[in-house]
């Protein structure tokens, strides 16, 4: 599994520390798409839509992290690319949440195990380092269920 990375200024510091995290203590082949050098008149778009690309082109063996300052940007552009669902994170839920079997649902692995999301968007200026971590390794170490209901979903979404 290759995970691309990509961010603008606003994630800058902390896409440094995650590539790091991913590649050598995770062990997950990684590509930087960018931003290379902290610019804070840079684009998040320009950037984004290639890591959103190289999941594209290969939706089965690739993931993407893609960091701003709210994350919701990046998401949207993500999600312009065709097999691409990309989710938002920017920190937890203030009360439990239960899926329709009342299993006590975890915001994200229920992105992963329900639908099957191969792009993570972090809200890099809502976070602590630790937090994106955490949450980076969780999401990238959990797996989608393969439920009937979950892939009849995700089919709907690529393919209407």
Known sequence: MKIY??????GYEMKEVLIKYVRDELGYEVEDMGAHRLDSTDDYTDFVHKAAGKVSSDPANSRAIVLGASGQGEAIVANRHSEVRAVVY???????QVDASGKELGMIESTREHNDANVLSLG???????E???????WLSTEFTG??????????????
């Open 5 to 10: 990375f990509a961010t603008d200024h606003a």
């Open 90 to 96: 920017y920190g937890e839920p203030t009360s439990p």
């Open 124 to 130: 890099a200026r809502f976070l602590t380092m630790e």
């Open 132 to 138: 994106a971590r955490r949450v980076v390794k969780l």
């Open 147 to 160: 439920q009937a209901r979950h892939s009849r979903r995700i089919s709907k979404i690529d393919n209407e």
